[in-house]
């Protein structure tokens, strides 16, 4: 290796270093980030706020039915049971399907329909024909089968929203020989 050939490598290794920094100068200053003024993230909300309110939706329970059946609408529930007629009759002395049928099934006792072979937790949540489907219960049982009559043979996942619900029984109240009183 002769001089002129040792210079070029130098030359090169320098021409190497000057670009290295050239770009990580560049990309400083593109990329520069302002010192935060305070350290660490802000959390929007206050924990402790909103566990509490939490707490207090779980205590006040699930929504009340009965105020939204006055203004409720049967014809629009009528189109909502759709989703129920794969496995419920509901005229009167109509045969049960997958599930017994619902003629007059405001205030009926609950796992009470004749012929109708109910699960045990059906059995269990009617404690002998003490609990009848009024209009919170079957409100709760629609909104969420499994989770309200855990062990149900049900295989429904629900109507989760209350208009819907509130239409829907509004048109199971007038399946009956004598309409429940509206709440
Ligand atoms: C996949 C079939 C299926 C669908 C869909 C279904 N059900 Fe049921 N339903 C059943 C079965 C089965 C039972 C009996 C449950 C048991 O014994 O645990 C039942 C029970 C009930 C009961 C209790 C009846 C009683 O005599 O105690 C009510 C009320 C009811 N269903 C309403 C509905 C409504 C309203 C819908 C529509 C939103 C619906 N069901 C959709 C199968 C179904």
């Given at each position: 290796m002769d001089s002129f050939e040792v210079t070029k490598v130098v030359g090169g290794l320098l021409a190497a270093v000057f670009v290295i920094f050239t770009v990580s100068i560049v990309s400083d200053a593109i990329f520069e980030s302002p010192a935060p003024e305070q350290e660490g993230f802000v959390i929007a909300a206050a924990e402790g706020e909103s566990e509490a309110g939490a707490e207090a939706k779980e205590e006040a329970g699930p929504e009340p039915i009965a105020p939204l059946l006055a203004s409720a609408d049967a014809a629009a529930g009528e189109k909502v049971f759709k989703k129920c007629a794969a496995c419920h009759t509901v005229d009167d002395g109509g045969a049960n399907k997958v599930g017994p049928n619902l003629?007059?099934?405001?205030n009926r006792p609950a796992a009470?329909?004749?012929g109708f072979s109910y699960s045990a937790a059906m059995k269990e949540f009617a404690q002998g024909g003490a609990t009848v489907w009024d209009y919170e219960h079957l409100s709760e049982f629609i909104a969420a089968p499994k989770k309200y009559?855990?062990?149900?043979?049900?295989?429904f996942a629900g109507v989760k929203k209350i208009e819907e619900r509130a239409d829907l029984i509004a048109y199971l109240r007038t399946l009956a020989t004598e309409p429940a009183p509206l709440p």
């Open positions: 003629w007059g099934i405001v009470s329909h004749e009559v855990k062990g149900t043979a049900m295989g």
